[in-house]
């Protein structure tokens, strides 16, 4: 992994800008938007139709992918309610994991502990991401 700092945008504007690049304005513009904190994901901006827009980092692909750590990998994602509810936990965890310093290994395994302990479910049916 690279340091965090490489990891993160140093514009917040041009983050949540990005974020919202992933659907038509109509949609965005009421959506939640996150940004990437030290820990994790922050709402950097409250919507109001229950979509959220981000912009997910290289550990989002699989621990296979050869790319996992590259911090200049950078994907704009807008997920509707079903997908924030059921998707966007999954996410949380691999990142907090991995920005708490924790290994490929180590994310994975929390990752199935809390599907477990039910903590993290499949995705609801309708869940779409764009």
């Known amino acids: 992994m690279a340091p965090i700092d490489q990891y993160m945008m ?3 504007n041009a983050e949540i ?3 919202r690049s992933a659907v038509r304005e109509s949609v965005s513009a009421d959506a939640d938007v996150l ?3 030290r820990t994790n994901y922050e709402t950097a901006v409250k919507g109001t139709n229950g979509f959220v827009c981000m912009v ?3 550990w989002s692909a699989g621990t296979d992918e050869p ?3 590259n911090p200049k990998i950078r994907a704009p994602i807008c997920m509707n309610a079903a997908a924030a509810r059921s ?4 996410t949380f965890k691999k990142t907090e994991s991995v ?4 290994s490929k ?5 929390a990752v199935h502990v809390a599907m477990g302990k039910k903590e993290l479910r499949t995705p609801e049916p309708g869940a779409m991401c764009s």
Not at 87 to 90: M, R, T, V
């Open 10 to 12: 140093a514009d917040r």
């Open 17 to 19: 800008a990005l974020a």
């Open 35 to 37: 940004v990437l904190g």
């Open 56 to 58: 997910e980092r290289s």
């Open 67 to 69: 790319e996992f750590w």
């Open 87 to 90: 998707y966007l936990p999954h």
């Open 99 to 102: 920005l708490a310093g924790k």
């Open 105 to 109: 290994a180590q994310m994975s395994d």
